[in-house]
């Protein structure tokens, strides 16, 4: 039996259109009508989630690739870096020439060309960059799209004083085996080919989907998680049933227990109708409110 079910946002829970469709509208308003936890798992944070989430009204938030967890209600799980590894992080950008974004509760500050990454529009050209391409390169391109100040010295920025959550670095694919043998402390996740997540070791979506569970009592085995890249092949793993989005990498796609439809073909109903969680007639109801 189904008790619980998470999300990844861009490429899972909303359409090309960085909209969510009608028809998982439909299909998550009649889960929670059904007593089921439906909650978010994503490499975002807090600040400006409802607009990021198209407003969907959920019950659990597992944000920043897991560091930190939240209900509506109560903080379940918070886990920052500590300052000697944010400081390690900021002297390896200095030395090669990386961009920086630092993560808090609240909001977010560092390299605008990082920033810019992040937003919904560029990720749609991402296909297009080969993996292998400089960093300098990459920084160029993304300076075109769009006119950004060089950034203050890191060590200068106010968001340092905060509690930081989760760093992003822009990096190419094949920079990851150096970087994690240089921070052993640090773990790393790519919801794309330009830039790496950075979080404190011992998290991850799934860490954070186990939080969860355990504060509402919920077994593994009975949650489901829907995923579309590779910071999401854990928790597909490692969960009840994991569901891969038919717009996924092959590495994704292997390691979920089902393959749905795309993001933008109603995947996720198709799911919600494949394991009996809704029917067919749900989907012709009037959009709910929630």
Not at 46 to 51: F, N, R, S
Request: with cysteine; proline share 5%.
């Amino acid at each position: 039996m189904i008790r619980a079910i998470f999300f990844d946002i861009d490429g899972t829970l909303l359409a090309s259109s960085a909209k969510t469709l009608l028809s998982t509208r439909k299909a998550i308003s009649k889960a929670r009508r059904q007593g089921i936890l439906v909650g978010i798992a994503t490499g975002r944070g807090p600040v400006h989630l409802d607009e990021q989430i198209d407003h969907i009204r959920l019950d659990a938030f597992v944000t920043y690739n897991g560091q930190l967890v939240y209900t509506n209600r109560d903080i379940i799980y918070s886990h920052p870096f500590s300052q000697e590894t944010l400081q390690k992080l900021v002297e390896y950008a200095d030395s090669h020439q990386r961009q920086l974004l630092f993560e808090s509760a609240n909001h977010m500050e560092g390299s605008g060309i990082v920033e810019l990454s992040q937003k919904k529009w560029p990720k749609r050209f991402f296909h297009l960059i080969p993996k292998n391409l400089p960093v300098a390169r990459i920084n160029q391109g993304l300076r075109l799209l769009k006119k950004i100040k060089k950034p203050e010295p890191y060590e200068n920025l106010p968001i340092l004083k905060d509690l930081i959550y989760q760093v992003v670095m822009l990096s190419p694919m094949n920079e990851m085996p150096r970087l994690k043998a240089l921070f052993p402390r640090c773990h790393f996740t790519r919801s794309n080919i330009i830039t790496v997540d950075i979080i404190p070791s011992g998290g991850s979506k799934m860490i954070g989907i186990k939080k969860v569970c355990k504060h509402f009592d919920i077994p593994l085995e009975d949650v489901m998680a829907f995923g579309d890249s590779w910071n999401d092949i854990e928790m597909l793993s490692g969960v009840g049933i994991g569901i891969a989005m038919e717009n996924s990498p092959e590495e994704v796609k292997a390691a979920a227990d089902y393959v749905t439809a795309s993001n933008d073909h109603d995947g996720i109903s198709k799911a919600f109708e494949h394991f009996g969680i809704i029917t067919p007639t749900d989907l012709l109801e009037g959009e709910s409110r929630e």
